[in-house]
């Protein structure tokens, strides 16, 4: 048994941390209090090969596999979780649909330029009356000669406004259902820096965190899809797009264990420092109390995280423990950012500091991506499938 990472995965770490705290650390304020994206950021990004990291070489990846990819969204989360977002939807969903459900074709078409920065992909199933019912999605996409017609909605798309690039999922025949009758396809949604025709991206959601990390709705009006451009079989759209998130939630778990671990060295930093009753307050037990439990769960996380990538990357099952990466990164995260939030005080409180931003951005941890409602439903399904019981249809 070996806890060691790689030499070319300790290699990738340093890269990744001197390049987060070089360049994004640096725009992450500028970032929140605009809501616009810190795109030179991301250019840069790409120029050294951080938007391809688990991709093969083949497509213009690092070939860092799904722990490398664990340790690039660790190192985002633990200084920005805007950008870990932003860099995340692209690999993470966008890129990893088409690398899940594409044919040999598609993947040499798209990934190359998706690894290269040259494009940023998204992934869009979220609509109005399909967030955790995700197989309730209504757009529709309508056979006509060798093409397909998308007609319909969706919301909630992270780098919505900025992709030109998506994995889209659309129901192909409405007596099945989505979950055989939906179909995922690989669309291109703009050309030369313009919407493509009969595509029209909505405006940036005002939220209330992740301000650096563009959302919106999308529009599609008689928007035309080659059939070539399918992801997996026609109807079979939603296995793909579960799949796709199965492995998302893995590296989404590694971003909030970056995070996680971010305000655990403010609040050390704080406590040390600050002073009252005339001595510094990490000589209360209770502030003790905090860090110390901070500390073990994020080591737990980090156990659980490191290990479900090393399943996905060595081809074992990993779905339960995806959903568990999910759940409890997201958890883990909120409650260390509760907790550093209250040894600052009244300062935590204020926007300038890193723990304000930090508990605006992870409260949607515990959201997108299946909320941790679904992420326990699914979880139980994996362990009374395991010893023999179906609990779903």
């Given at each position: ?12 770490r340093k ?8 360049e ?11 809501s ?6 991301i ?6 090969g ?16 799904e ?19 932003v860099?995340g939807a ?8 088409i ?14 330029d998706?690894c ?13 009356q399909?967030g955790?019912d995700a197989a309730?999605?209504?757009l529709?996409?309508t056979r ?5 017609i ?14 030109s ?7 192909t ?5 989505a979950?055989?009758g939906?179909?995922?396809?690989v669309i291109e949604?703009r ?15 005002h939220?209330?965190?992740l ?8 529009s599609?009006?008689?928007?035309r ?10 109807g ?6 579960m ?10 778990g590694a971003?909030?264990l970056g995070?996680?671990?971010s ?5 050390l930093?704080?406590a040390?420092?600050?002073?009252q009753?005339?001595?510094s307050?990490?000589?209360n037990q ?11 769960e994020?080591?737990a ?6 290990r479900?990538?090393w399943l ?10 995806a959903g568990?990466?999910?759940?409890l990164?997201s958890?883990i995260?909120?409650r260390c ?5 209250q ?6 409180y ?9 508990y605006?951005?992870?409260?949607i ?8 409602e ?20």
């Amino acid at each position: 048994m070996d806890f060691e990472f790689s030499r070319e995965h300790q290699a990738l770490r340093k890269l990744v941390r001197e390049f987060a705290e070089e360049e994004v650390r640096p725009a992450t304020r500028q970032a929140d209090r605009t809501s616009q994206p810190p795109l030179d950021v991301i250019k840069k990004a790409a120029a050294i090969g951080l938007l391809g990291v688990p991709f093969p070489r083949e497509y213009g990846g690092l070939g860092a596999g799904e722990t490398g990819y664990c340790i690039l969204m660790e190192e985002l989360g633990r200084v920005d979780t805007s950008v870990a977002t932003v860099i995340g939807a692209h690999i993470g969903i966008g890129a990893m649909a088409i690398y899940l459900g594409g044919n040999q074709h598609l993947r040499e078409k798209y990934l190359p330029d998706l690894c290269a920065g040259k494009k940023i992909a998204a992934f869009a199933l979220t609509e109005a009356q399909a967030g955790s019912d995700a197989a309730s999605i209504k757009l529709r996409a309508t056979r006509e000669g060798d093409s397909y017609i998308l007609d319909g909605s969706k919301m909630w798309i992270t780098n919505g406004p900025l992709a030109s690039v998506m994995a889209v999922l659309a129901v192909t025949d409405p007596a099945l259902g989505a979950r055989g009758g939906a179909t995922a396809f690989v669309i291109e949604t703009r050309h030369n820096g313009s919407p493509a025709e009969g595509f029209t991206p909505g405006k940036y959601e005002h939220k209330m965190g992740l301000h650096g990390s563009p959302t919106s709705a999308l529009s599609f009006d008689n928007f035309r899809v080659p059939q070539e451009n399918v992801l997996g079989q026609i109807g079979l759209g939603f296995v793909v797009f579960m799949q796709t998130l199965d492995v998302g939630r893995v590296s989404l778990g590694a971003a909030t264990l970056g995070g996680a671990q971010s305000v655990l060295h403010h609040a050390l930093e704080w406590a040390a420092m600050r002073e009252q009753f005339g001595k510094s307050i990490a000589q209360n037990q209770s502030i003790q109390f905090m860090v110390a439990d901070m500390a073990a769960e994020i080591e737990a996380l980090r156990s659980l995280v490191y290990r479900t990538a090393w399943l996905v990357d060595n081809h074992k099952p990993f779905i339960k423990e995806a959903g568990m990466c999910k759940l409890l990164g997201s958890e883990i995260a909120s409650r260390c950012v509760d907790r550093a939030g209250q040894i600052y005080g009244a300062l935590g409180y204020s926007r300038d500091t890193d723990v304000e931003r930090s508990y605006r951005d992870c409260r949607i941890t515990e959201i997108f991506e299946g909320t941790n409602e679904i992420q326990r439903i699914l979880i139980a399904e994996q362990l009374f499938r395991e010893v023999g019981v179906k609990i779903r249809p």
